[in-house]
């Protein structure tokens, strides 16, 4: 609907800045995945986390990982993005988060946020806490099946009450993975949200990782994605603060219209993560290998390796795989996202040509 | 769900770009009415993604984004040309939802239903959308057809606007145009001039240059826009962080 020339020729500017974030990547975003603990089983989980045993760094730790990040990159621009598991599972969270804040590092966390009340949320104000993305994955019961969990979606909505009444934070979004089996819920759910003073709704699709992968019936099909997407443009051509998430190429026809921005995958170039145990990589979503694993906070300082390392995640997928070579989108798409690339047989999982374009 | 200024601009640039596409607004008269269907300035660098997970982005010194109130816009820095249509020209009763042929049986026909699958949904919206931009060229008379949703004799923007507010159950019935009233409209009309676009210095999704705040030497206050008001609310300064406190988890 929007332009397609000016698409066209913005993706080309795009895609030339991705060529130099190869050799100068930005550090923007890291996120801190501080256990692998959950107190949900989401069957979706990108990290298969759950009631398992989870090495952890302890405070002091963290202490010496981010005074090193703050003298080595600073904090402007920067965003420390706080995930799990669920990170409020670990007792010592606010003692961590109060010195990411003494820092001076702008934060946010994603949660479930079944663990979230008044006062919790009244905690999570002092420790200096942006913004925050709570999952809903559906109606109830479709939300509890999902996440194993009864009672998590009465819990989840009390805890973005109690985010939302603190009217404190810069955003209190909801996000919702979207599978072939919740789709038909969308519009239910936005009457539901609708009502609600959240700032965004962020609407993403199952992709084939973690234990996602035990679930193929949950994969959309190439009707859900259209529907999917449809319904996110609607959204936003109503005004409302719908959005989709970052992954994945779409097309001239859908980018720029049901995000707002193109697509480009930063794992590596402004994204690094570090794991619970303290291992530097890109994305957490990244099927976790040894060979994606670039170093370890507790023997490397954090800057040499984002400097000297990464060059894995800071190349063009597609030059592996014959036929992206020749797809004539390749420019755009360098692949689509790392985290549903298949290392093994060097192809996209997920690939919306002859889906949206 | 909060209306700001950004959804609003978004919401603006559709419409811009889908008038412009039917010649209703050309580049020259979108600059008139200060319309940004395009994104001439784009720069890749500023472009902020939403991780796929993660939390939304921000940066502590840029503004909250202005939430956005129409009763309080006064300038005109947008005219999105989806008015009201024109009078009605055959007698029908808006109440009752669908228009009785002058002649002939009963329409049976649920009105915005113009796939025949029973329901009226995106994929309806879909095909109106497909056909209002192939009635410019193929020379057929579109009033009062299936796809004249409103009825008001011709396929314009007031028929998709229509039929995507019925969707969305803003609308109860898609002949609301007939009885426009502006002031029930939460939604940014042109006559009230609906933001162009917010100020991209000064909202939160610019990567502008940030200054660390440190709650330990902050000194001054903050101003927070708040969210069921204009009014700016200045508040004191931020309570200065206290980590180690009793857990929650004991």
């Known amino acids: ?78 965003m420390l993005c706080i995930t799990g598991g669920e990170p409020l599972l670990r007792k010592d969270f606010f003692d961590i988060m109060g010195i990411a804040n003494e820092l001076g590092f702008n934060w946010g966390m994603t949660s479930n946020a079944t663990l979230i009340n008044d006062e919790v949320a009244k905690d999570l104000k002092r420790v200096g806490m942006g ?29 973005i009450e109690s985010l939302i009444k603190a009217d404190t934070f810069k955003a209190v979004q909801i996000t919702t993975v ?81 995000r707002d921005w193109y697509f480009l995958c930063t794992a590596g170039t402004y994204i690094a993560s570090i794991m619970a145990n303290g291992d530097i990589t890109a994305c957490l ?25 990464f060059e894995i995640f800071r190349k063009n997928l597609c030059d592996e795989n014959e036929k992206c070579r020749s797809c004539k989108e390749k420019d755009f798409c360098h692949g689509d996202a790392y985290h549903t690339w298949d290392f093994d047989k060097n192809e996209p999982q997920v690939c919306f040509k002859d889906v949206l374009f | 769900m909060k209306k700001t200024k950004r959804t609003a601009a978004t919401a603006a640039m559709f419409a811009t770009a889908l008038n412009m596409a039917l010649g209703s607004v050309t580049p020259d008269t979108a600059q008139l009415f200060n319309a940004k269907a395009d994104e001439p300035d784009y720069e890749p660098s500023a472009e902020i993604q939403e991780d796929v997970y993660g939390p939304p982005e921000y940066f502590s010194t840029t503004t909250a984004e202005e939430a956005y109130d129409p009763a309080t816009e006064t300038e005109t820095t947008m005219a999105v040309v989806y008015g009201p249509p024109s009078m009605m020209t055959t007698t029908y009763d808006p109440a009752i939802g669908f228009e009785e042929p002058l002649y002939g049986p009963p329409s049976f026909f649920s009105r915005g239903d113009l796939n025949s699958d029973g329901v009226t949904d995106v994929f309806d919206l879909i095909r109106l959308r497909k056909e209002f931009v192939e009635s410019k060229t193929n ?50 009309q042109p006559e009230y001039g609906a933001p162009l676009y917010f100020e991209e210095t000064t909202t939160s999704e610019t990567a502008t240059e940030t200054t660390a705040v440190s709650p330990q030497t902050e000194t001054t206050t903050e101003i927070f826009y708040d969210r069921n008001t204009t009014t700016t609310t200045v508040t004191e300064p931020p309570v200065q962080p206290v980590y180690g406190p009793p857990s929650a988890f004991d």
């Not at chain 1, 993305?133 to 109606?139: A, E, R, T, W």
Request: aromatic content about 12%; overall charge negative; charged content about 30%.
């Open chain 1, 1 to 78: 609907m929007l332009n397609v020339r000016t698409k066209n020729s913005n993706m080309t500017k795009l895609a030339e800045y991705r060529e130099s974030l190869k050799t100068k990547p930005q550090l923007r975003n890291l996120f801190l995945e501080l256990t692998l603990r959950c107190n949900e089983r989401c069957l979706h989980c990108g990290s298969s986390c759950g009631d398992v045993p989870s090495d952890e760094l302890t405070v002091e730790q963290y202490r010496k990982f981010l005074t090193e990040v703050r003298e080595d990159f600073g904090v402007d621009n920067k």
């Open chain 1, 131 to 159: 913004t925050i993305s709570v999952s809903i994955d559906g109606l109830p019961e479709t939300h509890d099946a999902f996440r194993r969990t009864p009672g998590g979606w009465e819990r989840a909505m009390k805890g």
């Open chain 1, 178 to 258: 979207v599978t072939h089996q919740n789709i038909g819920q969308l519009w239910e759910l936005y009457k539901i949200f609708r009502d609600m003073d959240i700032d965004s709704w962020r609407i993403i699709n199952i992709d084939p990782i973690g234990r996602a992968k035990l679930h193929p019936e949950l994969i959309l099909t190439k009707e859900d994605y259209v529907y999917m997407f449809e319904f996110i443009r609607t959204m936003r051509i109503a005004g409302e603060p719908v959005t989709y998430g970052c992954s994945h190429y779409l097309g001239l026809e859908y980018e720029r219209e049901v």
């Open chain 1, 285 to 309: 979503d990244i099927e976790r290998r040894p060979e994606f694993i670039q170093g370890n906070i507790l023997k490397d300082r954090f800057s040499e390796v984002w400097n000297n390392k």
């Open chain 2, 139 to 188: 020379g057929k008379n579109y009033a009062y057809s299936d796809y004249d949703v409103n009825s008001d004799g011709r396929l314009s923007i007031a028929d998709l606007v229509a039929l995507n507010r019925f969707i969305l159950g803003k609308s109860s019935s898609l002949f609301y145009y007939n009885n426009y009233d502006p002031d029930d409209d939460p939604m940014p």
